[in-house]
């Protein structure tokens, strides 16, 4: 069982996601692959004496309070978007207060006892397809959840994690230390996973549900025709993940590439076929290499082309852009593989780093990457989802 949280204080995290195979031939009924990437978002919730309900968003620059007396019942909606500071164009930062406010009334409501200051901290770029929107819902979700004991206590699963990002540097400031990592059950998963899809419903108005789903669970989700199937074969790969900080429309992309189906009825619909039997191969090689030696190179070079035709057929959908295609070319030089990951059109690629890749090419590959202009983590995908951190403040 978890180590109780000290003086009511907890911090709960939950990882963002990505897309490794399938991305836009979803949208025409063929199967996507997408896995949490161990890039998370943390948050930190106090009882505080003060009659006030505190949101602190240090990587949006926001802070705002509320009165506790008026958050005690729920609000209609339109008076959360009041609360919120909502308006007719809505800017992130009024968006993820709604999303707090409604988890905060409809989880706690009457149950509140005092004021909470409530900080939220991420190791993972905003708007850059990555389900920092969920993992953001999430984590709040289970923590607000946990506060108020609406969830049985989380199990001890590892007593040697700790914040390894230098993004939650304030949270170890803060804090003081953070240690073993404690998970709740499957009841209790499905839950926090059933708030985390209402405060995205707010957020994005229409979510699929792959990004909390991702986020709540963890490890990797095949998805198909609105269908969500949770891959019981995933091995823990390492991966260099790229932003290259172009912006880019989701919707624009998804129009092109329906528009280019129009056009090329049967040549569009063959590099669809494709990308399915593409999941199809890179399940199996999961499967594989989880019955197997995960570290054998056979299934790394499987791997990594299946990285290099994905990049490919994006490309050829429409969906690329140079700064995707510098960035493979890079990594190549290194002697990996890389492809874009979600909508493409600019925002993030993905590298596998092998088991057998040294410390001094993840290095010198992440130097190059910078000097290019880009922004590069190394970090793990099919990692664990929700979860709580045992405090040490001592």
């Known amino acids: 069982m978890a180590t109780a949280p000290i003086n009511g204080a907890l911090l709960v995290s939950a990882p963002g996601k990505v897309i490794l195979h399938g991305e836009h031939a979803v949208v025409y009924g063929k199967p996507a692959l997408a896995s949490s990437v161990d890039l998370r978002c943390y948050t930190l919730l106090k009882p505080c004496p003060s009659p006030t309900i505190s949101l602190d968003l240090p990587d949006l620059g926001l802070k705002r309070s509320w009165s506790l007396s008026e958050l005690m019942v729920v609000p209609p909606e339109e008076k959360l978007r009041e609360l919120a500071g909502v308006g007719d164009t809505p800017d992130t930062g009024a968006v993820a207060c709604l999303a707090f406010l409604y988890l905060l009334t409809h989880i706690c409501g009457d149950k509140l006892r005092g004021g909470l200051e409530v900080l939220v901290v991420a190791s993972l770029p905003a708007g850059a397809g990555l389900g920092s929107s969920a993992a953001y819902s999430v984590s709040l979700a289970a923590a607000l959840l946990t506060h108020v004991r609406s969830l049985q206590p989380p199990t001890l699963v590892d007593s040697t994690h700790s914040l390894a990002h230098p993004l939650e540097g304030i949270l170890s400031k803060l804090i003081g230390g953070c240690g073993p990592v404690s998970v709740w059950g499957e009841e209790d998963l499905t839950t926090i996973n059933k708030w985390g899809f209402e405060a995205e419903r707010l957020i994005h108005g229409q979510p699929s549900g792959i990004d909390n789903s991702i986020s709540t669970f963890g490890g990797a989700i095949s998805f198909k025709a609105g269908q969500i199937t949770k891959l019981k074969s995933m091995p823990r790969l390492r991966v260099l993940l790229v932003n290259t900080q172009v912006p880019r429309s989701t919707k624009k992309l998804v129009a092109g590439v329906r528009e280019r189906r129009e056009k090329f009825p049967s040549l569009v619909d063959h590099i669809l076929d494709a990308m399915e039997s593409l999941v199809n191969t890179a399940m199996e090689s999961f499967h594989d290499m989880e019955s197997h030696d995960s570290h054998m190179t056979?299934?790394?070079?499987?791997?990594?082309?299946?990285?290099?035709?994905?990049?490919?057929?994006?490309?050829?959908?429409?969906?690329?852009?140079?700064?995707?295609?510098?960035?493979?070319?890079?990594?190549?030089?290194?002697?990996?593989?890389?492809?874009?990951?979600?909508?493409?059109?600019?925002?993030?690629?993905?590298?596998?780093?092998?088991?057998?890749?040294?410390?001094?090419?993840?290095?010198?590959?992440?130097?190059?990457?910078?000097?290019?202009?880009?922004?590069?983590?190394?970090?793990?995908?099919?990692?664990?989802g929700v979860c709580q951190h045992s405090l040490d403040t001592s």
Not at 303 to 311: D, K, M, P, R, V
Not at 376 to 382: D, K, M, R
């Open 298 to 384: 056979p299934s790394y070079q499987r791997l990594q082309e299946l990285f290099t035709i994905n990049h490919h057929l994006l490309n050829a959908l429409g969906v690329g852009h140079s700064s995707l295609d510098h960035v493979c070319e890079i990594v190549t030089k290194f002697g990996l593989s890389g492809k874009l990951t979600g909508a493409g059109g600019g925002g993030c690629a993905i590298a596998l780093l092998p088991p057998d890749t040294t410390p001094e090419v993840v290095e010198e590959c992440s130097t190059a990457l910078t000097e290019a202009g880009y922004k590069c983590w190394s970090t793990l995908v099919g990692t664990r």
